[in-house]
């Protein structure tokens, strides 16, 4: 395998849905990336091989978002461009896929990321609506239409939120609320324990926004309805973030008995994130300096109503084919998707029966000081088809800040998968 | 038969008249040998008892024909002579017309005046769905009427109301508005209307009238709703005009005294009527103004300038915003450069707001509007600057700064890239030497508002290279602007004429002569807005601080009024707070003169004629162009016309300030100058040396 170079990364501003980015449709958080990257290079604009863009809530309009932002990004237009899913991990996916064709010869230079925006995720016509539209085209007489017409029950307009279908998982019927409801019961995490993990992200967050850390890796997006604003800044952390507040939210998943509430999970979020990628080549010819170098990367799959403790096995994974150990990693990115699933996996690692139970090495206690340094998606929240890449993305600015080496970035997918990829950093 | 403007074949019994095969302009005009081919041509398809059908085309790609040739229409030198020409065509398009045949006309690309007129003689007309196609009677622009049956044909094909929108007008249409208004018979790709011909040569005709249609086509029929129309038609034209152009007025009288006469009598009403206004100073004006501005769109070697694929702007205020729309709107993906956040929403801000104008016109679809606002960078830094060919600096007007800015951008981009300033009062010269290699940069002068203002001046320093100048010049015409090569001075060439103009106005105003009477008699002239009104859109304090830079450039006879500076001292900056000689509500529109100025003005009034207040300003403007013209500013009396027309809105029916001046007859201007100058004031009224000279040798500014 030949080295992949993590380039540049960058992302747009996390927001929570319907707030300030609800008007940015898909393509639009991931061009502004591109050409803030290509920017910063001498790269011609028709060197580019390809666009690899995660998605999950794929806009009608753009049926294929990557090549969209190819184009957008004022790419030439030989550039091939596609979109992946890969659920929760579609970023991430996308930088594999990137990773796989580097390391293999077949390209030099691809830019790999996600974008979400699920504020725009559409209401549908329901399954009785849709048949009526269909009897009605197929009605050819005005007599056959009346009849049609007459059929008409104000329940066909109760519409089906494709949001909500979409974090449902259809083989074990429950949605990822409830799946991480499942853990907490399992392993026995309160619901104070759980609202102190989220307590402790958002702090980390606001720090890290006071301290400025977070401005390297944002680029600036145009905004409004006007599109004559620019935001610069996530507004998914609270600085006004405390136990009492946080114990006040109700259960969102379990009424009655949960402890998963909004508040120690992760909101509802659009954003995007974006990596260049390139050979040892590109970068020679470009005269570029690579923030990092991606060592490989895992993907796994596990039960679908345990899909929170997928960073485990897909770590255990990835630590395994590139012959490392958890003890080298110098910071991990564990995607807090709920604060239940990250605790039940931080407990997998360091307990050799549960680990055994997965079938997985016992990885060992991670050190709380190097997991999610600045924060996680509880406080910055979760924009799906960009999370895989946009922890890459913070986890590389961080270590160069740190001028530490290894790294390792892994989220559960909903479904019941894990990824994780390890990254070295270059910037000494 | 040895044609050279016509192309004729026959296929099946089908005859195809094609023009334009061996024209090596971009577009076909209409001259006297079309008209004469297409007579003998039209006369053997009469004689030949197989024809079954004819079809008009144009072998040239976005073109089908773009009109009479104008140098025909400027040559006339008569009224009769202008109306024998008119029926000559019309004899032909008559022909046309009568044959007993089918006959269609294909049209793709420009279709206008007498190709349009040639169109509508056909039976039928389809059309490419080219962006490029567009069908229009512009004569009214030129101060003339459609000549060759265009005002007979063209009502009776889309009904009276549509077509006096069209004629009084000159506004053109695009493929799918045509066929809407039922002007086309049927939409298709250019590639298919050859193709296609024969099968719609003999279709019946197909266009469906709405509800609408009827309503309107019976509303005119009946002879008081016509008397509406026509009075409704009429008013439009004067509130537009002010009734400074006959043409619209004269098109309205024919069309109503020739409304349901016969072809005969119809047509030589028409050609009379062409005769008449062809040879009013109006139209021999707006003849002239075509000429410049057409003489203005010529580059040569245009293919072989490398063109502008990204810009750059750095400063994002008004004028950077506006030009960071006009790159957005070319497809030029610009940066906009500045050094916060709030000065690049200010741009931003400008452009979207001119893009939602655009949307709300329909001229943009929502889409094209999110994707061009969205195709402008703002940025922080100058990353890209390496990818961009051409940098506008729109920052603020200091020397210092904005030497400073070129130093430093100089070190980002790609050695090809051209340096531009927007300053509208800094020496170019100056600026110049900021730069290591300056042979890349001139100024590039806008005016406020960008999307609105045709003109941009190229201004030149000693170390420019004609490389820069000649794609500079591309550039702008890329972006659909006019543009005029000038040398550095202080205003360069339109803030230069106009500063006399509105300082006299000051001087005006101290003297004791009101501000109705001022606006009045400007706007009399046929200035698009009154002096006063015009200093508060500038804004007063750019007006002083303009009137200083002209004293220090140009000496005592620039000598700058006081009057502005006190209104800046008082507060009173114009439209921009709201608070000039006028008062301003929010958004901006005038209302009444405000008490406060008139504060500033003498108690005692004077009284002046309208024609002693003209004269007190334009003569200063036409004194000035003669110094620039001694001063070699620019190179020719065209120039000055163009840019004051284009840039300040002098009077296009005046054909220009100096044509204008020609036209009144220089001897005249010149003792008018001398006059003021003992009356008024000796310095501000030194006669130009060039002006004498020109008196002297008894020449004018167009002979040279």
């Given at each position: 395998?030949?080295?992949?170079?993590?380039?540049?990364?960058?992302?747009?501003?996390?927001?929570?849905?319907?707030?300030?980015?609800?008007?940015?449709?898909?393509?639009?958080?991931?061009?502004?990336?591109?050409?803030?990257?290509?920017?910063?290079?001498?790269?011609?604009?028709?060197?580019?091989?390809?666009?690899?863009?995660?998605?999950?809530?794929?806009?009608?309009?753009?049926?294929?978002?990557?090549?969209?932002?190819?184009?957008?990004?004022?790419?030439?237009?030989?550039?091939?461009?596609?979109?992946?899913?890969?659920?929760?991990?579609?970023?991430?996916?996308?930088?594999?896929?990137?990773?796989?064709?580097?390391?293999?010869?077949?390209?030099?230079?691809?830019?790999?990321?996600?974008?979400?925006?699920?504020?725009?995720?559409?209401?549908?016509?329901?399954?009785?609506?849709?048949?009526?539209?269909?009897?009605?085209?197929?009605?050819?007489?005005?007599?056959?239409?009346?009849?049609?017409?007459?059929?008409?029950?104000?329940?066909?307009?109760?519409?089906?939120?494709?949001?909500?279908?979409?974090?449902?998982?259809?083989?074990?019927?429950?949605?990822?609320?409830?799946?991480?409801?499942?853990?907490?019961?399992?392993?026995?995490?309160?619901?104070?324990?759980?609202?102190?993990?989220?307590?402790?992200?958002?702090?980390?967050?606001?720090?890290?926004?006071?301290?400025?850390?977070?401005?390297?890796?944002?680029?600036?997006?145009?905004?409004?309805?006007?599109?004559?604003?620019?935001?610069?800044?996530?507004?998914?952390?609270?600085?006004?973030?405390?136990?009492?507040?946080?114990?006040?939210?109700?259960?969102?998943f379990e009424k009655k008995t949960g402890t998963v509430t909004v508040g120690n999970a992760c909101p509802i979020t659009d954003g995007g994130s974006m990596w260049l990628l390139c050979s040892e080549e590109a970068v020679k010819k470009y005269n570029l300096e690579p923030m990092a170098r991606m060592v490989d990367f895992h993907f796994h799959g596990l039960e679908p109503e345990r899909m929170g403790l997928g960073p485990v096995l897909a770590m255990d994974g990835v630590l395994k084919r590139t012959g490392m150990s958890l003890d080298q990693m110098d910071l991990v990115e564990i995607n807090e998707a709920f604060a239940a699933q990250v605790l039940s996996c931080l407990e997998v690692m360091k307990n050799k029966k549960l680990s055994d139970r997965w079938n997985v090495d016992l990885l060992g206690e991670l050190d709380q000081s190097k997991l999610n340094v600045n924060g996680g998606a509880i406080a910055l929240g979760h924009p799906v088809g960009s999370t895989g890449s946009r922890l890459m993305v913070t986890l590389a600015h961080e270590l160069g800040r740190r001028k530490a080496k290894y790294g390792l970035a892994s989220l559960c997918i909903g479904g019941g998968q894990g990824g994780a990829v390890i990254i070295e950093n270059l910037n000494q | 038969m040895n044609n050279k403007k016509i192309s004729i074949e026959q296929k099946e019994g089908i005859y195809y008249l094609g023009f334009g095969e061996h024209e090596t302009k971009s577009l076909t005009v209409i001259s006297e040998e079309t008209l004469l081919e297409m007579d003998e041509a039209l006369s053997e398809i009469k004689g030949d008892k197989n024809a079954k059908g004819l079809v008009l085309f144009s072998h040239k790609p976005g073109c089908f024909l773009a009109g009479m040739d104008v140098s025909v229409i400027q040559s006339l030198t008569s009224e009769i002579e202008a109306s024998q020409g008119c029926e000559k065509g019309q004899e032909v398009f008559n022909k046309l017309e009568d044959l007993k045949i089918p006959t269609m006309a294909l049209v793709d690309g420009v279709c206008l005046g007498g190709g349009l007129e040639m169109a509508l003689s056909c039976d039928k007309i389809i059309c490419s769905d080219n962006k490029k196609t567009a069908l229009g009677l512009p004569e009214v622009m030129l101060g003339v009427l459609p000549g060759f049956g265009g005002t007979y044909r063209l009502p009776r094909k889309i009904g009276l109301t549509t077509s006096l929108d069209l004629l009084l007008t000159g506004k053109q249409v695009k493929a799918k508005k045509a066929k809407r208004m039922g002007l086309v018979e049927a939409v298709m790709p250019a590639e298919r209307l050859l193709e296609k011909a024969a099968e719609y040569l003999f279709k019946k005709e197909s266009h469906n009238k709405t509800f609408q249609e009827t309503l309107t086509e019976k509303a005119s029929e009946n002879f008081l709703a016509r008397g509406v129309i026509f009075r409704k038609a009429r008013q439009t034209v004067l509130e537009k005009t002010k009734g400074f152009y006959p043409a619209p007025l004269k098109i309205l009288e024919h069309l109503e005294a020739s409304f349901g006469k016969r072809r005969s009598s119809y047509l030589s009403n028409e050609a009379r009527m062409f005769g008449e206004l062809s040879q009013t100073s109006q139209s021999k004006a707006l003849q002239h103004v075509f000429f410049l501005h057409d003489n203005a769109k010529k580059l040569e070697q245009k293919d072989k300038i490398s063109s502008v694929r990204q810009g750059a702007v750095l400063g994002g205020g008004t004028m950077g915003g506006g030009i960071a729309w006009l790159m957005a709107n070319s497809n030029q993906s610009p940066i906009l450069k500045d050094i916060n956040l709030e000065g690049l929403e200010l741009g931003l801000k400008q452009s979207s707001s001119v893009f939602e104008k655009a949307l709300k016109r329909r001229k943009i679809t929502k889409d094209e509007f999110e994707r061009k606002q969205r195709s402008i960078k703002p940025s922080l830094s100058f990353d890209g600057f390496q990818r961009s060919h051409l940098v506008i600096e729109a920052v603020v007007e200091n020397m210092d700064i904005k030497k400073k800015v070129f130093s430093e951008v100089e070190n980002y981009v790609s050695d090809d890239c051209l340096l531009t300033t927007n300053t509208s009062s800094l020496s170019i010269n100056e600026m110049a030497k900021a730069l290591k290699n300056s042979s890349r940069f001139a100024g590039l002068h806008f005016f406020n508002p960008v999307n609105k203002m045709p003109l941009v001046e190229i201004i030149r320093h000693e170390g420019v290279s004609e490389e820069t100048i000649n794609r500079l010049y591309k550039w702008v015409l890329d972006v659909k602007k006019t543009p005029i090569v000038v040398n550095d001075c202080p205003g360069f060439l339109v803030n230069r004429i106009l500063a006399p103009f509105l300082n006299e106005s000051a001087y005006l105003l101290e003297q004791g002569v009101s501000i109705e009477s001022i606006d009045k008699a400007v706007l009399n002239f046929g200035m698009p807005m009154g002096a006063c009104r015009l200093m508060d859109e500038v804004g007063i304090d750019v007006c002083s601080h303009v009137g200083e830079i002209m004293e220090a450039g140009l000496g005592p006879r620039a000598k700058a009024n006081q009057l502005s500076h006190k209104a800046v001292e008082a507060g009173l900056l114009g439209k921009k707070n709201g608070k000039g000689f006028y008062l301003y509500d929010d958004s901006g529109k005038q209302q009444d003169i405000n008490p406060d100025i008139l504060k500033l003005l003498p108690d005692q009034k004077t009284e002046m004629d309208e024609t002693t207040i003209q004269m007190r300003l334009i003569l200063p403007m036409i004194n000035e162009a003669a110094n620039i013209l001694d001063e070699k500013i620019v190179d020719s009396a065209d120039t000055v016309d163009l840019g004051l027309i284009f840039g300040i809105g002098f009077p296009p029916f005046r054909g220009g300030l100096l044509k204008y001046a020609d036209s009144e007859g220089l001897e005249r201007i010149k003792g008018a100058i001398e006059k003021f100058a003992s009356e008024v004031n000796e310095q501000r009224y030194e006669l130009s040396p060039y002006l004498k000279k020109l008196v002297e040798n008894k020449q004018k500014f167009y002979e040279l």
């Amino acid at each position: 395998m030949k080295p992949v170079y993590l380039v540049k990364g960058n992302r747009s501003p996390q927001a929570k849905s319907g707030t300030i980015l609800k008007d940015v449709a898909a393509p639009y958080l991931g061009h502004y990336l591109i050409r803030d990257i290509m920017d910063q290079t001498s790269i011609p604009n028709d060197q580019v091989d390809e666009v690899i863009i995660g998605n999950t809530g794929n806009p009608a309009k753009y049926p294929n978002v990557g090549r969209v932002i190819a184009l957008e990004a004022g790419l030439d237009k030989k550039t091939s461009g596609y979109t992946v899913h890969r659920n929760c991990a579609s970023g991430m996916e996308a930088v594999s896929q990137a990773f796989v064709k580097i390391a293999s010869g077949r390209s030099d230079i691809i830019f790999a990321g996600g974008v979400e925006n699920m504020s725009q995720m559409p209401l549908l016509y329901n399954e009785d609506m849709t048949d009526f539209f269909i009897d009605l085209m197929k009605a050819k007489s005005s007599t056959d239409k009346m009849k049609v017409l007459s059929s008409f029950r104000l329940p066909h307009l109760s519409p089906v939120i494709s949001i909500e279908q979409g974090l449902t998982d259809p083989f074990c019927g429950l949605n990822m609320g409830q799946t991480a409801e499942k853990l907490a019961r399992e392993f026995k995490f309160s619901r104070t324990q759980q609202d102190e993990f989220a307590n402790n992200s958002h702090h980390k967050a606001v720090r890290a926004q006071q301290e400025g850390k977070l401005k390297d890796e944002i680029v600036s997006i145009i905004t409004g309805k006007k599109l004559d604003s620019l935001i610069s800044e996530d507004n998914g952390p609270r600085a006004d973030s405390s136990l009492e507040k946080l114990a006040k939210l109700k259960p969102y998943f379990e009424k009655k008995t949960g402890t998963v509430t909004v508040g120690n999970a992760c909101p509802i979020t659009d954003g995007g994130s974006m990596w260049l990628l390139c050979s040892e080549e590109a970068v020679k010819k470009y005269n570029l300096e690579p923030m990092a170098r991606m060592v490989d990367f895992h993907f796994h799959g596990l039960e679908p109503e345990r899909m929170g403790l997928g960073p485990v096995l897909a770590m255990d994974g990835v630590l395994k084919r590139t012959g490392m150990s958890l003890d080298q990693m110098d910071l991990v990115e564990i995607n807090e998707a709920f604060a239940a699933q990250v605790l039940s996996c931080l407990e997998v690692m360091k307990n050799k029966k549960l680990s055994d139970r997965w079938n997985v090495d016992l990885l060992g206690e991670l050190d709380q000081s190097k997991l999610n340094v600045n924060g996680g998606a509880i406080a910055l929240g979760h924009p799906v088809g960009s999370t895989g890449s946009r922890l890459m993305v913070t986890l590389a600015h961080e270590l160069g800040r740190r001028k530490a080496k290894y790294g390792l970035a892994s989220l559960c997918i909903g479904g019941g998968q894990g990824g994780a990829v390890i990254i070295e950093n270059l910037n000494q | 038969m040895n044609n050279k403007k016509i192309s004729i074949e026959q296929k099946e019994g089908i005859y195809y008249l094609g023009f334009g095969e061996h024209e090596t302009k971009s577009l076909t005009v209409i001259s006297e040998e079309t008209l004469l081919e297409m007579d003998e041509a039209l006369s053997e398809i009469k004689g030949d008892k197989n024809a079954k059908g004819l079809v008009l085309f144009s072998h040239k790609p976005g073109c089908f024909l773009a009109g009479m040739d104008v140098s025909v229409i400027q040559s006339l030198t008569s009224e009769i002579e202008a109306s024998q020409g008119c029926e000559k065509g019309q004899e032909v398009f008559n022909k046309l017309e009568d044959l007993k045949i089918p006959t269609m006309a294909l049209v793709d690309g420009v279709c206008l005046g007498g190709g349009l007129e040639m169109a509508l003689s056909c039976d039928k007309i389809i059309c490419s769905d080219n962006k490029k196609t567009a069908l229009g009677l512009p004569e009214v622009m030129l101060g003339v009427l459609p000549g060759f049956g265009g005002t007979y044909r063209l009502p009776r094909k889309i009904g009276l109301t549509t077509s006096l929108d069209l004629l009084l007008t000159g506004k053109q249409v695009k493929a799918k508005k045509a066929k809407r208004m039922g002007l086309v018979e049927a939409v298709m790709p250019a590639e298919r209307l050859l193709e296609k011909a024969a099968e719609y040569l003999f279709k019946k005709e197909s266009h469906n009238k709405t509800f609408q249609e009827t309503l309107t086509e019976k509303a005119s029929e009946n002879f008081l709703a016509r008397g509406v129309i026509f009075r409704k038609a009429r008013q439009t034209v004067l509130e537009k005009t002010k009734g400074f152009y006959p043409a619209p007025l004269k098109i309205l009288e024919h069309l109503e005294a020739s409304f349901g006469k016969r072809r005969s009598s119809y047509l030589s009403n028409e050609a009379r009527m062409f005769g008449e206004l062809s040879q009013t100073s109006q139209s021999k004006a707006l003849q002239h103004v075509f000429f410049l501005h057409d003489n203005a769109k010529k580059l040569e070697q245009k293919d072989k300038i490398s063109s502008v694929r990204q810009g750059a702007v750095l400063g994002g205020g008004t004028m950077g915003g506006g030009i960071a729309w006009l790159m957005a709107n070319s497809n030029q993906s610009p940066i906009l450069k500045d050094i916060n956040l709030e000065g690049l929403e200010l741009g931003l801000k400008q452009s979207s707001s001119v893009f939602e104008k655009a949307l709300k016109r329909r001229k943009i679809t929502k889409d094209e509007f999110e994707r061009k606002q969205r195709s402008i960078k703002p940025s922080l830094s100058f990353d890209g600057f390496q990818r961009s060919h051409l940098v506008i600096e729109a920052v603020v007007e200091n020397m210092d700064i904005k030497k400073k800015v070129f130093s430093e951008v100089e070190n980002y981009v790609s050695d090809d890239c051209l340096l531009t300033t927007n300053t509208s009062s800094l020496s170019i010269n100056e600026m110049a030497k900021a730069l290591k290699n300056s042979s890349r940069f001139a100024g590039l002068h806008f005016f406020n508002p960008v999307n609105k203002m045709p003109l941009v001046e190229i201004i030149r320093h000693e170390g420019v290279s004609e490389e820069t100048i000649n794609r500079l010049y591309k550039w702008v015409l890329d972006v659909k602007k006019t543009p005029i090569v000038v040398n550095d001075c202080p205003g360069f060439l339109v803030n230069r004429i106009l500063a006399p103009f509105l300082n006299e106005s000051a001087y005006l105003l101290e003297q004791g002569v009101s501000i109705e009477s001022i606006d009045k008699a400007v706007l009399n002239f046929g200035m698009p807005m009154g002096a006063c009104r015009l200093m508060d859109e500038v804004g007063i304090d750019v007006c002083s601080h303009v009137g200083e830079i002209m004293e220090a450039g140009l000496g005592p006879r620039a000598k700058a009024n006081q009057l502005s500076h006190k209104a800046v001292e008082a507060g009173l900056l114009g439209k921009k707070n709201g608070k000039g000689f006028y008062l301003y509500d929010d958004s901006g529109k005038q209302q009444d003169i405000n008490p406060d100025i008139l504060k500033l003005l003498p108690d005692q009034k004077t009284e002046m004629d309208e024609t002693t207040i003209q004269m007190r300003l334009i003569l200063p403007m036409i004194n000035e162009a003669a110094n620039i013209l001694d001063e070699k500013i620019v190179d020719s009396a065209d120039t000055v016309d163009l840019g004051l027309i284009f840039g300040i809105g002098f009077p296009p029916f005046r054909g220009g300030l100096l044509k204008y001046a020609d036209s009144e007859g220089l001897e005249r201007i010149k003792g008018a100058i001398e006059k003021f100058a003992s009356e008024v004031n000796e310095q501000r009224y030194e006669l130009s040396p060039y002006l004498k000279k020109l008196v002297e040798n008894k020449q004018k500014f167009y002979e040279l």
